[in-house]
């Protein structure tokens, strides 16, 4: 951990934080979800730098130690892409292997299509790659599905503000740790869901919790709720929506998603490969939607072996 250096790249008006260590021209970029940041990707980019890769962890506009955009709620999808492809044109890569997790799927899949000639594959975790269209999620989920409350203006705002930043991370971490979509009642806010004495997952220590929280005081979440929550349904002008490159996904078996409705009739019944037609998937019966956390050798093996098989 000591030996990952933290540098600031300014492209697109913006100070972007870039985790990065290990060297050499197989590059794996490290594309993070929510309320992970590039911190939740160090196992793995130890893991790999050791084995011989250089290791970039951005974190995203709003994220972070990257700088929060003028005007947060117009965020788009379409931003953090073109400010990966900035950070990627700044540090002269040509071209890497991406490493994603929940939200950061996106990107990372919009990343292959709008650039196909820069990713050479894709690793996906908890999420696979869905249609880009608007997310049919919130009309068969009640109205207290955690989307639905976040996606709602100034009501997240107002439930996160009750807390400090720690707090908030410790728990969503809980709440996204169980194999339950989170939907709170209707009187009850999401926060509310847990309980105070509740322990941290036993994979998720108080050192973690208090760097993932100290993020989050300097950034605040105001970006965080915009993308993804309230970006879903972005158009991006893609014609030609399928994926041309190898991916693997690691799935959790104990990990929420697969709760959405159809989302484990669509990972195991083919309809992935239809966007994915080379996608390998990988369950591991224990994971939760943190894996890359939960089980970091494990998944260091199984992201290793797949990215030296695409070389």
């Known amino acids: 951990m000591d030996q990952i250096q933290h540098n600031f790249i300014t492209v697109r008006g913006l100070k972007f934080h870039v985790a990065d260590l290990g060297e050499g021209s197989n590059v794996v970029l490290f594309l993070h ?46 931003d953090l892409v073109a400010d990966l492809v900035a950070i990627l044109d700044h540090l002269g890569i040509d071209k890497v292997f991406v490493v994603a997790k929940d939200f950061g799927v996106r990107p990372a899949y919009l990343l292959t299509l709008l650039h196909p000639h820069r990713v050479s594959c894709v690793v996906t975790l908890g999420v696979p790659h869905v249609p880009l269209e608007p997310r049919k999620y919130r009309e068969s989920l009640p109205e207290g599905f955690y989307i639905s409350r976040w996606n709602e203006p100034g009501r997240a705002e107002a439930d996160f503000g009750r807390f400090d930043a720690k707090t908030v991370v410790r728990n969503i971490y809980i709440l996204f740790s169980r194999s339950e979509i989170p939907i709170a009642d209707e009187k009850q806010e999401v926060m509310d869901m847990v309980d105070a004495s509740v322990p941290l997952p036993p994979w998720f220590t108080e050192e973690d919790l208090a760097t993932y929280g100290a993020l989050y005081e300097k950034s605040g979440f105001k970006t965080a709720l915009q993308v993804p929550y309230r970006s879903f349904d972005e158009d991006f002008g893609i014609t030609d929506p399928i994926v041309k490159v190898p991916a693997l996904l690691i799935m959790g078996c104990k990990d929420y998603v697969l709760k959405f409705p159809g989302m484990e009739e669509y990972i195991k019944f083919g309809k992935a490969k ?34 030296r098989s695409h070389m």
């Open 33 to 78: 979800g929510f309320p992970e940041i590039w911190y939740s990707w160090r196992h793995q980019m130890v893991a790999l730098a050791n084995a011989g890769f250089r290791t970039l962890a951005p974190d995203y506009r709003g994220y972070g130690l990257s700088d929060i955009p003028p005007e947060p709620e117009k965020t788009t999808f379409a």
């Open 274 to 307: 239809e966007l994915v037609p080379d996608l390998d998937i990988i369950y591991l019966p224990e994971g939760t939607h943190f894996v890359q956390e939960q089980s970091p050798e494990l998944v260091n093996e199984l992201i290793l072996d797949f990215l």
